[in-house]
């Protein structure tokens, strides 16, 4: 098997793959995430994930609780079982792949299961279509949250921008690592809270998927690669921000928002609670950061955005 180490929130995890589809995806996805010096580390214990295959089907554990099941991304079914101690949990997804989590021992297994294809030969479920559950679950365990977002950071703070799918956030992220921001993520990013009591904001920095000329379709692109972004790997939390986009005007303005909505915002960003580790953990941090201060942003025509509209709330 062929180890790739990369350090995702902090956290060194080494994917351990027979495969050489999944190596050339995970080199792919994590790109700017490849062990190196440059991007921080915190005590963790290195987690390693051994993923293996077979045309044995899925087996359901037979004396585990269920404790959740339901979709993720609208499509992809998730069963959720953990043992009465909580060592070991198990999760089945889409019944074909089988995820087993041993927190005490930084360890996770992944089986899949094959089916038969033309040829005698056989079909294995894709890497990247549980890759990104395994990540935030491996994340939650070491109380690194995952939320959908964006982020940009300037003047070592980290502008968290939450929103619905086509309110903005992938434009904004363009708009301001053109301006000379620092890019965190278009899509993905994961929140913390340090020693100190800081809520620390982690990049993830993947492609985005932004829409072509014409507007018709959407084509993933390397932000940092093909426009030259700078990057941040790791920020203090500096604001929260929901576009919202508006076509009744061309000028964009900013109005303060409420904590609470800050704390919805959060909340609904982030996974379903009940598949994560540490549940409390994290309403304490969301608790703990919609106290930061947040704004709505009437996101109007792109063309006239100037990205100094957020100079007026970082005096």
Same mark, same amino acid.
């Given at each position: 098997?062929?180890?790739?180490?990369?350090?995702?929130?902090? #956290?060194? #995890? @080494?994917? /351990?793959?027979?495969?050489?589809?999944?190596?050339? &995806?995970?080199?792919?996805?994590?790109? +700017?995430? =490849? *062990?190196?010096?440059?991007?921080?580390?915190?005590?963790?214990?290195?987690? *390693?994930?051994?993923?293996?295959?077979?045309?044995?089907?899925?087996?359901?554990?037979?004396?585990?609780?269920?404790?959740?099941?339901?979709?993720?991304?609208?499509? @992809?079914?998730?069963? /959720?079982?953990?043992?009465?101690?909580?060592?070991?949990?198990?999760?089945?997804?889409?019944?074909?792949? %089988?995820?087993?989590? =041993?927190?005490?021992?930084? !360890?996770?297994? &992944?089986?899949?299961?094959?089916?038969?294809?033309?040829?005698?030969?056989?079909?294995?479920? =894709? %890497?990247?279509?549980?890759?990104?559950? !395994?990540?935030?679950?491996?994340?939650?365990? +070491?109380?690194?949250? &995952?939320?959908?977002?964006?982020?940009?950071?300037?003047?070592?703070?980290?502008?968290?921008?939450?929103?619905?799918?086509?309110?903005?956030?992938?434009?904004?992220? *363009? #708009?301001?690592?053109?301006?000379? /921001? *620092?890019?965190?993520?278009?899509?993905?990013?994961?929140?913390?809270?340090?020693?100190?009591?800081?809520?620390?904001?982690?990049?993830?920095?993947?492609?985005?998927?932004?829409?072509?000329?014409?507007?018709?379709?959407? +084509?993933?692109?390397?932000?940092?690669?093909?426009?030259?972004?700078?990057?941040?790997?790791?920020?203090?939390?500096?604001?929260?921000?929901?576009? %919202?986009?508006?076509?009744?005007?061309?000028?964009?303005?900013?109005?303060?928002?409420?904590?609470?909505?800050?704390?919805?915002?959060?909340?609904?960003?982030?996974?379903?609670?009940?598949?994560?580790?540490?549940?409390?953990?994290?309403?304490?941090?969301?608790?703990?950061?919609?106290?930061?201060?947040?704004?709505? =942003?009437?996101?109007?025509?792109?063309?006239?955005?100037?990205?100094?509209?957020?100079?007026?709330?970082?005096?």
């Amino acid at each position: 098997m062929t180890g790739v180490t990369v350090v995702i929130a902090g #956290i060194p #995890i @080494t994917f /351990w793959t027979g495969h050489p589809s999944d190596i050339g &995806c995970l080199k792919e996805v994590f790109a +700017h995430h =490849l *062990e190196s010096d440059e991007i921080p580390r915190d005590g963790h214990r290195h987690h *390693e994930v051994v993923i293996t295959s077979s045309r044995e089907r899925v087996s359901f554990p037979a004396n585990m609780p269920l404790i959740w099941e339901g979709h993720v991304h609208n499509t @992809t079914s998730i069963k /959720w079982y953990n043992d009465v101690d909580e060592k070991e949990n198990v999760i089945v997804v889409a019944d074909d792949i %089988l995820i087993r989590h =041993l927190p005490e021992r930084h !360890l996770t297994l &992944c089986h899949l299961s094959e089916s038969k294809a033309c040829f005698s030969k056989s079909r294995r479920p =894709l %890497l990247s279509n549980y890759l990104f559950f !395994l990540l935030q679950s491996i994340a939650s365990m +070491h109380e690194k949250y &995952c939320v959908h977002a964006s982020c940009l950071a300037r003047d070592g703070r980290a502008y968290l921008f939450m929103g619905q799918s086509g309110s903005g956030k992938t434009t904004l992220s *363009e #708009i301001l690592g053109r301006a000379g /921001w *620092e890019y965190m993520g278009d899509d993905l990013v994961f929140i913390s809270q340090d020693e100190a009591g800081e809520i620390m904001v982690d990049s993830f920095l993947c492609k985005a998927k932004i829409f072509n000329d014409r507007q018709t379709e959407k +084509h993933a692109i390397d932000m940092i690669k093909e426009w030259h972004f700078k990057r941040a790997y790791r920020e203090k939390l500096g604001y929260i921000i929901k576009p %919202l986009r508006t076509g009744a005007t061309q000028r964009s303005t900013i109005i303060p928002a409420s904590r609470a909505d800050a704390f919805t915002s959060l909340v609904y960003a982030a996974n379903n609670i009940k598949i994560q580790y540490h549940r409390q953990r994290w309403m304490d941090i969301c608790e703990a950061a919609s106290s930061f201060p947040a704004y709505t =942003l009437v996101f109007a025509d792109r063309k006239y955005f100037d990205p100094a509209i957020f100079d007026t709330i970082s005096r």
